[in-house]
């Protein structure tokens, strides 16, 4: 690996996030602080000392009530519940740092692309330049329901939305405003030339925005364009949009297929496929020695929530598990294209290195798997990240917590100074915006991007 390896510590503005039941552990203070704007504020502190390159705040839009057809089991534990907007924190902890870059999470479902446009300019404004969106079509059955439909619609038929999403907030961030319009002329008593707003004119097949977009340029323009879909589908929309992407799968090298198949279909939109730049989950259980580690890891498997961990799965995958806990254990846990999202049950069964039968997918989907987990002492941590990098060719990782935020405290005082002197983790911030610190190519989009496109056409080679 030539540069350093790029660390997103991944968040939520929730009580629990991906910790099941671990809020039962005497160290944890999220469950009850993170509705305090000063667990944040510390949050944002400890993060830039410790040099992560973002935050990545994920989000969804209703609770998950796929596993056993009720809300309970997610409630019960505070599974992703309650969550509270992210989008009013991130100001907050940007105004306590410099350089540490902020990922939010926005529904192109749910979310109208003239509403994320103007979020996103304004973030950008007041982060300087360090804000990225996670695109996201929204896997839950009640975010629909609480958007007014009766159903979700249909997974595939989300992402022609979303297209058409994003093709409206890349008019509105790319074409509408020329550089130069704000004036500030005393002379001639203008202070934005209207010559250089434009309306954009949107008609389309879901959005109709005639515009111009209320904000006025940010660093950025375009915020950085993350997203995280594996299904054929997904994967399309990948290609063509994103700058950082997520691949979630149990092996190094079913990682390293979702890696080489983007950065193909991206080359086929006539983007250059280095120019992405991919992340995978990682989960650290880490200590002075390895008896501690292992104590540690003991201690959460007691009191992790088999409930919640298959409250998420089931939502995420539309798979009511409850189901297959009723069917014989030893038959094969199948893959079925669900209108949820594709990736957790690819997990268990087309990506999984070997077929499951039911009883081992309910256990896996249910446990705190020690392959799921990377156990050890700091040494054999830093080994182990360095490897799944090396062997899966992911640029950096969205790292989970269990503990927090000593998990996070534990992290940085024990993993990052190996990674640091081992050339696999920066010892100092670059300067610049979130995209001139991931891509050293300035702060706009590159310009074989497709938003290029909608930018005036003496600018189409900015960036
Ligand atoms: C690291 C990661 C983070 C994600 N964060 C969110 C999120 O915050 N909100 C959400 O609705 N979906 C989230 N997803 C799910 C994706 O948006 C998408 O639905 C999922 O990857 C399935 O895509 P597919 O159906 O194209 O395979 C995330 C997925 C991954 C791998």
Redesign the pocket.
Known sequence: MDQPLLFNA?E?ASAMHNAHGLWKHPDSERHRRYKELHYWIEMAKRLEAGLFDAV??????GVYDTYRQSKDPSIRDGMQFPLNDASLIIPVMASVTTHLSFVL?A?TTYEHPFHIARRFSTLDHLTNGRIAW???????PN?AKNFGLERMIA?DQR?EIADECLEVTYKLWEGSWEEGAFLEDRETGVLIDPGKIHPINHHGAFFSVEGPHLCEPSPQRTPVLY?????????A?AAKHAECV???APSPERLSFYIQDIRQRAERYGRDPQQLKF???LTVIVAKTTEQAEAKYEQLRRLWSTDAAKAQFSG?SGYDLAEYEAKPADEPFLFRATD?????A?SLTKDATKPLTIGEALQKAGTLTRESVIIGNPIQVADAIEERARRSGVDGF?LTHLITPKDLDDFIEYVVPILQRRGLYKTAYTPGTMREKLFGNGPRLAHDHPAAAFRPIGSRTDG
């Open positions: 991944f939520m990545f705040f994920a989000d969804v839009l999470t529904s996670n695109i996201v079509t929204s896997y839950l975010a997974h992402y997203q995280a879909g594996s299904s054929e589908r997904g994967r929309f997520f691949v979630g992340f995978t989950f995420a949820h999202g594709h990736y957790k690819a969205n």
